[in-house]
């Protein structure tokens, strides 16, 4: 069984930075796709970025210069560096894993979410 771990979150105000780290544990081949998403109130959960095989890295439009993905092969964590926050980015942010369970299966996984605010 995959577990991912979000911590990180919390309250800033505009232009200042917070950094979400993700954890993942439990038995499996290897972690193939890390991404973040976040889902702000009474909207549907969006991607923010996303390292995938061969570390290639996307990100949405709306954080794009603002927000680094990178992930530590060794400790098996993806990390979501944040600057110049701003009101608009408050949500709840989720880590999702794309993981071999085993040479032949994998599976999605997500973490449990950790909440972001940005206000003055």
């Known amino acids: 069984q995959v577990q991912l771990v979000e911590s990180g979150g919390g309250s800033v105000q505009p232009g200042e930075s917070l950094r979400l780290s993700c954890s993942a544990s439990g038995t499996f081949f290897s972690l193939d796709v890390l991404a973040w998403y976040r889902q702000a109130p009474e909207k549907e959960r969006e991607l923010v970025a996303i390292?995938?095989?061969?570390?290639?890295?996307d990100y949405a439009d709306s954080v794009k210069g603002r927000f680094t993905i990178s992930r530590d092969y060794d400790k098996n964590t993806v990390s979501l560096q944040m600057n110049s926050l701003a009101p608009e980015d408050t949500a709840v942010y989720y880590c999702k894993a794309t993981v071999r369970t085993t040479y032949y299966n994998s599976g999605e996984y997500w973490g449990q979410g950790t909440q972001v605010t940005v206000s003055s």
């Open positions: 390292e995938s095989a061969g570390r290639n890295r």
